[in-house]
Nanobody, 120 residues
Framework: QVQLVESGGGLVQPGGSLSLSCTTT????????VGWYRQAPGKERTLVAR???????DYADSVKGRFTISRNNALNTVHLQMSSLKPEDTAVYYC??????????????WGQGTQVTVSV
C-alpha cells in the first residue's frame, strides 16, 4: 500500500559529493518521519539521518557536518545531500518512512536500497 523508492546512488571518489532521493507513495494520511539508513557488508543497518513532520532533524555523529537531509512539506520527498564522502560511507542506503495510512493504520516501510560506493 505504501511504497518507497530511493535513487541517486553511485560511485564517487573520496571527498566527492552525491545526492540521494526518497519518494513515498500510496494511500497515506500522514508521514511522521523519514530516515536514511545504511548497511555495509557484514555490518548492522544504522541510522544516517532522520527528519520528522515537526521538522526535527537527527544525524549520526559520523556524518554530521557532511550530510544534509531535506524534505518537502508532505514529507513524501526527502533528499540526502552527501559531501566530503569517505570510503567508510560505502554502503547500501535505505529510506524508511513512518506514518499513518488513510485507514489510520501505522506503517513502517522501507525502500529497496541504493548502493553508494566511495572509492578511488
Amino acid at each position: 500500500q505504501v511504497q518507497l523508492v530511493e535513487s541517486g546512488g553511485g560511485l564517487v571518489q573520496p571527498g566527492g559529493s552525491l545526492s540521494l532521493s526518497c519518494t513515498t507513495t500510496g494511500s497515506i494520511f500522514m508521514i511522521n518521519a523519514v530516515g536514511w539508513y545504511r548497511q555495509a557488508p557484514g555490518k548492522e543497518r544504522t541510522l544516517v539521518a532522520r527528519v520528522t513532520s515537526g521538522h526535527s532533524v537527527d544525524y549520526a555523529d559520523s556524518v554530521k557536518g557532511r550530510f544534509t537531509i531535506s524534505r518537502n512539506n508532505a514529507l513524501n520527498t526527502v533528499h540526502l545531500q552527501m559531501s566530503s564522502l569517505k570510503p567508510e560511507d560505502t554502503a547500501v542506503y535505505y529510506c524508511n518512512a513512518l506514518g499513518y495510512t488513510q485507514a489510520r493504520e501505522v506503517f513502517d516501510v522501507w525502500g529497496q536500497g541504493t548502493q553508494v560506493t566511495v572509492s578511488v
